[in-house]
Structure formats: structure tokens, C-alpha cells
């Protein structure tokens, strides 16, 4: 089975843009979740999608948005950037969601940096 | 609520050594326990994983956690570091009923030649 993929790998931005990352779960997983990862916050949880319904947020500003296609592809976009934006952003796929004892099967990452 | 706590945000170790990096868990009801590695310029991927019976339990890599409930524990070991272990550990805890896993700030373990 493929992995989880996220694209682009990396990305450049100015401040006040706008920026539309892309995930594509393990074939057959229902659940994409969304974290952000900086050195001085760790892994911080955005939100979780389970058939395309936001099931779960972290405590992130409304400018942080995501969407669950049918195809249970997720997209985050971030709208209006800051200086603080700027990092890793992990996207994991888990056959039956967050919780449990599921294992969630992360991507690569994007890498974002806001100039 | 539920929370965990690794203790150390950096661990350096000699290659051939003991690897011991803590973590500890809060949790009202019984927990499911995780631990995730992350090598450079990668995600996360499982490590091991404590769901219910054997409180021991082995993974990958040579790798193995116990749960003590006592102490709320599920320290990660290895008998004998390697180079390639250098890389970022989590720790995390979920619960049955529950619809979020709750990751630790992690441990970035460091290797000696």
C-alpha cells in the first residue's frame, strides 16, 4: 500500500498570503488528521477529519481551515500568514480515527516558511 | 483529562549503551500508550504500542516499553544504542471512548560515536 503523501514538500510564502496544503491518506482510511510542529511548540494538534466531518480541533485561530474530500484526500489552508506559521505540518491518516488504540500513519510533511 | 509527560527534552547516549527515555501518563480511565519515532526530515511512525494484556512490549528496532500502572509509566528501552536511533521519540496516550490522541513534547535522543 502507498503511504501517506503530502504535498508540496516545501513552501515559500510572504506574510498576509495565503497557502493551501494537500494530504492523501492511506487507500482506505477515513480519518486525516492535521498537526503543526515547531521547535518551540512540539507537535500541536489542528483538527481531525473522519469522512469528511471535522471531528475533533485543537486550539488554533480561525485563519488555520481544512476539508475532507469524498475520496477522504484532506486539504488545510491557512489564510492571512504570520512570521509564526513558518513550520512543519504533518498530516496522518488512521483507518478508524483519532483515539482508541489506532495507530495513525503519518506523511512527510510540508514545510512551511513565511517570509 | 488525559496528559503526558516525557521527561527530558534532550537524552545523549554512547553508542552500545543503555537508551532509557521516560514517559509518564495521566489518565482517568485505562490508557492505550504509543511510542513514535521521528527521523530527520520524516513524520512520525509507530514505534510500539500498549493496548491490553502484556504489560511488556516489544517493537521495532530492538525497542521495547512496559506499562507499570503504579507508577504511570511506559519508559521506552533499548539494550544497546545505535547511530541510526538518533532521532526524535513520542510518547502518546488515547482511551477507549475517546476521539483524540494526546502526544508528549517528545525526547530527541542523541548517539556518541
Known amino acids: 500500500k502507498a503511504g501517506v503523501t503530502q504535498t508540496p514538500r516545501y513552501l515559500i510564502k510572504t506574510r498576509g498570503q495565503q497557502v493551501t496544503l494537500s494530504c492523501s491518506p492511506i487507500?482506505?482510511?477515513?480519518?486525516v488528521s492535521w498537526y503543526q510542529q515547531t521547535p518551540g511548540q512540539g507537535l500541536q494538534f489542528l483538527f481531525e477529519?473522519?469522512?469528511?466531518?471535522?471531528?475533533n480541533k485543537g486550539n488554533f485561530p480561525g485563519r488555520f481551515s481544512g476539508r475532507q474530500f469524498s475520496n477522504s484526500r484532506s486539504e488545510m489552508n491557512v489564510s492571512t500568514l504570520e512570521l509564526g506559521d513558518s513550520a512543519l505540518y504533518l498530516c496522518?491518516?488512521?483507518?478508524?480515527?483519532?483515539?482508541?488504540?489506532?495507530?495513525?500513519?503519518f506523511g512527510p510533511g510540508t514545510r512551511l516558511t513565511v517570509l | 483529562a488525559q496528559s503526558v509527560t516525557q521527561l527530558g527534552s534532550h537524552v545523549s547516549v554512547s553508542e552500545g549503551a543503555l537508551v532509557l527515555l521516560r514517559c509518564n501518563y495521566s489518565?482517568?480511565?485505562?490508557?492505550?500508550l504509543f511510542w513514535y519515532v521521528q527521523y530527520p526530515n520524516q513524520g512520525l511512525q509507530l514505534l510500539l504500542k500498549?493496548?491490553?494484556?502484556?504489560?511488556l512490549v516489544k517493537g521495532i528496532n530492538g525497542f521495547e516499553a512496559e506499562f507499570k500502572k503504579s507508577e504511570t509509566s511506559f519508559h521506552l528501552t533499548k539494550p544497546s544504542a545505535h547511530m541510526s536511533d538518533a532521532a526524535e521519540y513520542f510518547c502518546?496516550?488515547?482511551?477507549?471512548?475517546?476521539?483524540?490522541?494526546?502526544f508528549g513534547a517528545g525526547t530527541r535522543l542523541f548517539v556518541k560515536a
Open positions: 496522518a491518516s488512521s483507518l478508524y480515527g483519532q483515539g482508541e488504540n489506532n495507530e495513525q500513519f
Open positions: 477529519y473522519f469522512s469528511e466531518t471535522q471531528r
Open positions: 487507500s482506505g482510511h477515513r480519518s
Open positions: 500498549y493496548t491490553t494484556g502484556a504489560t
Open positions: 502518546a496516550v488515547s482511551y477507549t471512548g475517546g476521539f483524540k490522541t494526546i
Open positions: 489518565s482517568s480511565v485505562p490508557p492505550y
